[in-house]
């Protein structure tokens, strides 16, 4: 591999947020720049970083006065990680991806003296290995680790799932054998199935029935049920063979702004490729 700097791959401008500043401004600013972490400052000094997913799990787990605010009224300094590390613009790609194989983080803020010049995060990454000569395939790198769940499964039992396997997907099936979706734990902590202090909500759900067996008027009620794996899935999925070159999948899903895919042989899920695979190879290139 090319050992090319940080700075060629970080992503510029960088939006941020001071640390008073409520959750709700945190969310907006994701959706409306499409990015996964924002760092936080204290007049104008990096103090921590916020993501998606610190939002809703930290928030879940923070003090009672704070879980029963809404998110406009909680600042964004109890979900955050304090202290967060860093990297020098001129450190390498493989430097910045031992890193963060090393804690364990998927995005660094680039600083020099004191100043936020930029973010390397995971999908910089997929931007670099689609640049490198690796003869590696998809089946090389790929992780056998995959969650498989029912589209019927509640959302609590998809997170518990995960939680116990440490994995931050979870590949949604019709049957046994008929894969239908996918989700994530980012893409579930921004969905709609999110209630205003993050709780998870339930759907309202129409139903008839009958008074009597001789046919008699029905009549409709409204029953409130659990959202389920299928209600929040990302459908249709994007594959890939194991056979694929490693750098032409990079290509993929740098192109289709996606962090990662199932390998499929034969109709079958042999094992899913992401950026995690990607962050590691790079990471063993020194």
Same mark, same amino acid.
């Given at each position: 591999?090319?050992?090319?700097?940080?700075?060629?791959?970080?992503?510029?401008?960088?939006?941020?947020?001071?640390?008073?500043? #409520?959750? %709700?401004?945190?969310? /907006?600013?994701?959706?409306?720049?499409?990015?996964?972490?924002?760092?936080?400052?204290? /007049? +104008?000094?990096?103090?921590?970083?916020?993501?998606?997913?610190?939002?809703?799990?930290?928030?879940?787990?923070?003090? #009672?006065?704070?879980?029963?605010? #809404?998110?406009?009224?909680?600042?964004? %300094?109890?979900?955050?990680?304090?202290?967060?590390?860093?990297?020098?613009?001129?450190?390498?790609? #493989? %430097?910045?991806?031992?890193?963060? @194989?090393?804690?364990?983080?998927? +995005?660094?803020?680039?600083?020099?003296?004191?100043?936020?010049? +930029?973010?390397?995060?995971?999908?910089?990454?997929?931007?670099?290995?689609?640049?490198?000569?690796?003869?590696?395939?998809?089946?090389?790198?790929?992780?056998?680790?995959?969650?498989?769940?029912?589209?019927?499964?509640?959302?609590?039992?998809?997170?518990?799932?995960?939680?116990?396997?440490?994995?931050?997907?979870?590949?949604?099936?019709?049957? /046994?054998?008929? @894969?239908?979706?996918?989700?994530?734990?980012?893409?579930?902590?921004? &969905?709609?199935?999110?209630?205003?202090?993050?709780?998870?909500?339930?759907?309202?759900?129409?139903?008839?029935?009958? *008074?009597?067996?001789? +046919?008699?008027? %029905?009549?409709?009620?409204?029953?409130?049920?659990?959202?389920?794996? *299928?209600?929040?899935?990302? &459908?249709?999925?994007?594959?890939?063979?194991?056979?694929?070159?490693?750098?032409?999948?990079?290509?993929?899903?740098?192109?289709?702004?996606?962090?990662?895919?199932?390998?499929?042989?034969?109709?079958?899920?042999?094992?899913?490729?992401?950026?995690?695979?990607?962050?590691?190879?790079?990471?063993?290139?020194?």
């Amino acid at each position: 591999m090319i050992m090319k700097k940080v700075k060629e791959y970080m992503s510029a401008p960088v939006y941020v947020i001071e640390r008073n500043e #409520p959750i %709700q401004r945190a969310r /907006n600013l994701m959706f409306k720049y499409g990015i996964g972490r924002l760092p936080v400052l204290d /007049n +104008g000094k990096l103090v921590g970083i916020v993501t998606k997913y610190d939002i809703t799990n930290r928030l879940n787990q923070a003090a #009672p006065e704070w879980r029963r605010r #809404p998110i406009d009224k909680v600042p964004i %300094q109890v979900v955050m990680t304090e202290k967060p590390i860093t990297i020098f613009p001129d450190a390498t790609m #493989p %430097q910045a991806a031992e890193l963060m @194989l090393e804690n364990d983080i998927s +995005g660094l803020p680039v600083e020099r003296e004191g100043e936020i010049l +930029g973010m390397i995060t995971s999908r910089d990454m997929l931007r670099y290995f689609a640049d490198q000569d690796v003869k590696a395939t998809v089946g090389d790198l790929m992780t056998k680790n995959v969650l498989k769940v029912h589209r019927h499964h509640t959302i609590g039992h998809v997170l518990d799932e995960m939680n116990v396997q440490g994995t931050s997907r979870a590949l949604v099936y019709e049957d /046994n054998t008929t @894969l239908v979706g996918i989700i994530t734990r980012s893409g579930l902590t921004f &969905s709609e199935i999110m209630g205003p202090k993050d709780e998870m909500e339930t759907k309202n759900i129409k139903m008839t029935r009958k *008074e009597s067996t001789a +046919g008699r008027k %029905q009549y409709r009620y409204v029953r409130q049920m659990p959202f389920v794996a *299928e209600d929040i899935m990302t &459908s249709p999925l994007i594959t890939i063979s194991p056979e694929t070159k490693a750098v032409e999948a990079a290509k993929t899903l740098a192109l289709k702004g996606i962090i990662g895919m199932p390998v499929m042989e034969k109709n079958d899920v042999v094992g899913y490729f992401s950026a995690d695979e990607i962050i590691a190879e790079i990471g063993r290139q020194k």
